[in-house]
């Protein structure tokens, strides 16, 4: 028997070490699994993101049950909140548009998207 550095002896280190050794290993490994799982689960969910704003038609006439809770002070309807919702990936491209603008871009309609929970994004 000798005895290491530390004064423990060879013989009872190496099968610890070793059993050490492999429970290290295990749980590194269950550690990256798990990142890995939670990486390709945050990919799908921007994924699935992106396939949703790209299946949007932009179209304004579709903000059309919005008109009335734009041009007064009336709440929003539970259509015209889902059709902003829907239509959101396009607000952007609305407000660029200067025929848009005036009714996109208006305070009431910001008031409108934050009453239906669907904040303007920064263009």
Known sequence: MKLNPIGITTENTSSHTLSFSHTYIKLQRRKMKASHI???TLMVLLLAEVQVSMAVTCSPVQLSPCVSAITSSNPPSS????KIREQKPCLCQYVRNPNLKKFVDSPNARRVASTCGTPFPRC
């Not at 259509?79 to 889902?82: E, F, G, H, T």
């Open 38 to 40: 939670a990486l390709c």
């Open 79 to 82: 259509l015209c909140c889902s």
